[in-house]
């Protein structure tokens, strides 16, 4: 199965503490959501990518802000099952490619995704979705690449993610809205499998 058909959001995480995440992972899935992006924005991280790697197998298991080619390395050496760049370089794509997992490489321009087609990738992120032009700017590119889809990144929320998901390019759109710091900190993992649960009523463009 695509990366981009699992869910229609993939929850993009940014986790502080490294004991948060299994119980983080399990929350996600009982509301119903398969897919995670754990971020490498912290320093617990690759422990986080770890422990649900090691304790949360039924998930699929992101990670993201991958920008250099150690990154792509350490990632999949924690047990990530796919990778998300932000960007793309030769150097960051060649990394991601000696690990042999997938990728979603990120692009923001015609040009970026021109280039990423020649390399054979047709299944890309959009980033930063909503300051790069948003749907209108996926609608328009839909034209001269259809064979290109996306996973929108980048200032989407629950009430803007069904305009992205009612585009035919947009398999999934990428949301910081289902972990909100708040509940993370606070171990209200209720709440963050209430906000995946509430997910599902997206697929369709519905909002």
Sequence with gaps: MSLLDRDPVIPVVVVED???AVPLAHA?????????????RTDAALEAVR??????PDICLGVGTVLRPEHAKAAAEAGAQFLVTPGTTA??????????????P????????????????TELKFF?????????FLHGV????????????????AASAGKYL????????????????????????????????????LRGGLD
């Design 18 to 20: 490294a004991g948060d």
């Design 28 to 40: 996600l899935l009982a509301g119903g959501v398969t897919t995670i992006e754990v971020t490498l």
């Design 51 to 56: 422990r649900i790697a090691a304790e949360v």
């Design 91 to 104: 150097s960051v794509l060649g990394a991601v490619a000696e690990t042999g997992l997938p990728c979603l």
């Design 106 to 121: 990120g692009a923001a321009t015609v040009s970026e995704v021109m280039a990423l087609v020649e390399q054979g990738f």
């Design 128 to 136: 930063p979705a909503e300051a790069s032009g948003g749907p209108a």
């Design 142 to 157: 839909g034209g001269p690449v259809p064979e290109v889809r996306f996973c929108p990144t980048g200032g989407i929320t």
């Design 166 to 201: 009612a585009l035919p390019n947009v398999g999934c759109v990428g949301g910081t809205w289902l972990t909100p710091k708040d509940a993370v900190a606070a171990g209200d993992w209720a709440r963050v499998s209430r906000l995946a649960a509430a997910t599902a009523e």
